[in-house]
């Protein structure tokens, strides 16, 4: 039985990995959030639902002895991780020149620091095996000024490179791990509505499903992809984001600073 460890499990694309292993089988999980109440709930809905067996360990990955604590569990020998989903994530409705440096920081540890630090200990662990298999959750925002006035893109652009950087080089293939980068688009999770971000924003053609997107991914990280872009419209756009000129893909982009004022995200 393979052993699973999600983070952001607890809300959002991490939930939509966590349930899809466990109605697919053959996975026990490791599901990581900072509320341990709603983990609770959300193993025992796994158990009785798909007789999956699911470890919780609340964290605030932002925290050093809570990320210490995950990557224990994550390098643990005796019972190994085969597969690491690094969804945790976050973003704010509140526009970057509004906001306080802290409160950036913040959304930088959730969105980059932390997810390279637990990519950096599996691919030791999984590589001293030769075997396993990493699925970093950025966004198809990292390819361009997708966002305006805000840092979510450049911390999801740092989390792509990192990726990239790693599974390219000559000792990640050679290890036996897969590495992945996953850049959705909008996605219908709670996300816009834990950030403040009016659904509003986003038309209609735009929206993916998040059991799609899952099944989609897991597919290419199968196949060996190294990045993974769900649906054809968002290849479109990632493809434009990549190629045509910024300042085009600026004009079209959303300003949060045009946004109206939202409650700030609490922790």
Same mark, same amino acid.
Request: charged letters at 20%; hydrophobic letters at 45%.
């Given at each position: 039985?393979?052993?699973?460890?999600? *983070?952001?499990?607890?809300?959002?694309?991490?939930? %939509?990995?966590?349930?899809?292993?466990?109605?697919?089988?053959?996975?026990?999980?490791?599901? @990581?959030?900072? +509320?341990?109440?709603?983990?609770?709930?959300?193993?025992?809905?796994?158990?009785?639902?798909?007789?999956? =067996?699911?470890?919780?360990?609340? %964290?605030?990955?932002?925290?050093?002895?809570?990320? /210490?604590?995950?990557?224990?569990?994550? *390098?643990?020998?005796?019972?190994?991780?085969?597969?690491?989903?690094?969804?945790?994530?976050?973003?704010?409705? @509140?526009?970057? *020149?509004?906001?306080?440096? =802290?409160?950036?920081? $913040?959304?930088?540890?959730?969105?980059?620091?932390?997810?390279?630090?637990?990519?950096?200990?599996?691919?030791?662990?999984?590589?001293?095996?030769?075997?396993?298999?990493?699925?970093? @959750?950025?966004?198809?925002?990292?390819?361009?000024? %997708?966002?305006?006035? +805000?840092? $979510?893109?450049?911390?999801?652009? $740092?989390?792509?490179?990192?990726? =990239?950087?790693?599974?390219?080089?000559?000792?990640?293939?050679r290890s036996g791990v897969r590495l992945m980068a996953l850049l959705p688009g909008d996605t219908r999770t709670e996300f816009n509505a834990r950030a403040g971000?009016?659904?509003? *924003?986003?038309?209609?053609?735009?929206?993916?499903?998040?059991?799609?997107?899952?099944?989609?991914?897991? /597919?290419?990280? &199968?196949?060996?992809?190294?990045?993974?872009?769900?649906? /054809? &419209? $968002?290849?479109?756009?990632?493809? %434009?984001?990549?190629?045509?000129?910024?300042?085009?893909?600026?004009?079209?982009?959303?300003?949060?600073?045009?946004?109206?004022?939202?409650?700030? @995200?609490?922790?």
């Open positions: 039985m393979r052993i699973a460890l999600v *983070t952001g499990a607890s809300a959002g694309i991490g939930r %939509a990995f966590a349930r899809h292993l466990a109605a697919q089988g053959g996975h026990r999980l490791v599901l @990581v959030a900072r +509320s341990a109440a709603i983990l609770d709930a959300f193993a025992g809905e796994l158990r009785d639902h798909h007789a999956t =067996e699911a470890e919780v360990i609340a %964290a605030d990955l932002t925290v050093p002895a809570d990320r /210490r604590r995950v990557i224990d569990r994550l *390098t643990d020998q005796a019972t190994p991780v085969d597969l690491l989903i690094n969804a945790a994530g976050m973003g704010y409705s @509140v526009p970057t *020149t509004s906001n306080t440096f =802290e409160r950036e920081e $913040y959304l930088l540890d959730i969105n980059a620091r932390s997810k390279l630090e637990l990519t950096l200990h599996a691919l030791r662990a999984m590589g001293g095996r030769g075997s396993g298999e990493i699925v970093n @959750v950025s966004s198809v925002a990292a390819l361009g000024p %997708a966002w305006l006035d +805000s840092t $979510y893109g450049a911390s999801q652009a $740092y989390l792509l490179a990192a990726t =990239e950087s790693l599974a390219y080089s000559a000792r990640v293939r971000i009016p659904d509003s *924003t986003t038309p209609d053609w735009r929206w993916l499903s998040a059991e799609r997107l899952v099944r989609d991914a897991l /597919r290419d990280l &199968r196949a060996g992809r190294i990045t993974s872009i769900p649906s /054809r &419209r $968002y290849k479109v756009l990632a493809w %434009a984001l990549r190629h045509g000129p910024r300042s085009v893909a600026a004009r079209v982009a959303l300003d949060f600073g045009t946004l109206p004022p939202a409650p700030p @995200v609490t922790r």
